[in-house]
DNA sequence: CTCAACTCGAACAGCACTGTTCGGGTTATG
DNA sequence: CATAACCCGAACAGTGCTGTTCGAGTTGAG
């Protein structure tokens, strides 16, 4: 354990600018798809060489924000009980995890424009999985409409999520109102058509 | 009349060639928002210098590509009769022109990142406002809840055939099943919550 | 304290795109 | 058919980004 191997020399200091210039890897990625090297590292407050001392290209930088974003993302999921009602466990999904799921879906459409695409889904395969079973639980309880398929409605949920981050991004929408906004449109249109 | 004042020369090939650039412009803008003038000259079966005799630049290029666009957009609605039962009204609508809607709004990303934002909500403000009048009316008439914002549910409208666009286009969704899937998913999430 | 690890700015080559010019070829129109 | 309008490929300068090198400065760890 005290002894981590294929690691011989890394400073403490340095560990700490990674990190940094990850935080500002996904905050640009997240605002602008194609956001510069430069950008990324002047947010970072960190010169453009030192960057590329952590990330061989553009395409790792990338590669290594999306697995941050996802992986936040899938903690958060994991800390959740999904398995009550599933219109109560997809409306605490939303008002606990609807920025995190706002943020990583906008830095996978950014990985999406330079990544290939088969790494993509890898990466994406894991938190949408559980997404996923949670819809198709809520259609075999009968608790969601079940006359449309689960990955549109799937889909639904990630595209009304993306937009409101955008409406709150560009000011059309307060962040306080969004995680209400999104669960009461979001429930309404998975509910069955008679009731 | 038969002396058109500030056009002394235009043959009418030269005019066919401006409609194929534009037909061009729309359809790669809307793939890919930042579509180099040399990818959308080749599309138009066209050399570039030719493009640049006709547009002085890709901003006035997007400019009419985005004018095009939204043109024909709002030419389908003015086709449409608006004045019936708001859900049937907005069934139709869906039904005749989402996917004219999901290429205007499509192109108008494009356009968002290289033309002023005013130029953007100018072109953008005449067919938007028809479809938000039909939305308040549907409100007033309580054919569609009143707990939502009216703006948040032209938002959610606008960003499910965004996405089903997508969707259609990376292969996932049948292009034949979105309108029906549209269109069921929106008025279920515009219905009032106890009905 | 000392040294290796780390950081950083400047500057370079390579690449892709934009916008322009030149010269020769095609074609509609009168 | 003759001319003006138009089309087009090649080639140029200018710009911005990527990825790299160099040399000098700074800082953490032993």
Redesign the interface.
């Known amino acids: 354990m005290s002894h981590p191997p294929a690691k011989p020399t890394l400073r403490a200091d340095a560990q700490q600018n990674v990190t940094k210039i990850l935080d500002a890897a996904v905050a640009c990625l997240s605002r602008n798809a ?1 956001a510069s090297v430069s950008e990324i590292a002047k947010t970072a407050g960190v010169g453009r060489v030192t960057l590329y001392g952590h990330f061989p290209s553009r395409q790792a930088l990338v590669d290594a924000a999306l697995t941050r974003a996802i992986a936040d993302g899938e903690h958060v999921l994991q800390a959740l009980d999904l398995t009550g009602d599933p219109r109560e466990a997809l409306d605490a999904l939303i008002k606990s995890s609807w920025l995190l799921v706002a943020q990583a879906t906008a830095v996978l459409e950014a990985a999406q424009a330079t990544l290939a695409p088969g790494r993509v889904q890898e990466l994406h395969a894991g938190p949408a999985q559980r997404v996923d079973d949670l819809i198709r639980r809520g259609q075999a309880d009968g608790a969601f ?1 079940a ?2 398929p689960a ?2 409605l799937t ?2 949920l ?3 999520i ?3 981050a ?2 709150v991004a560009k000011g ?2 307060e962040s306080t109102d969004a995680a209400r ?1 999104i669960s ?3 429930l ?4 069955k ?1 008679g009731a």
Do not use: K, M
């Open positions: 194609d409409r006359d449309l990955n549109w889909s639904v990630h595209h009304v993306h937009g409101a955008i409406d059309r929408l906004f009461q449109t979001i309404a249109a998975y509910s058509a």
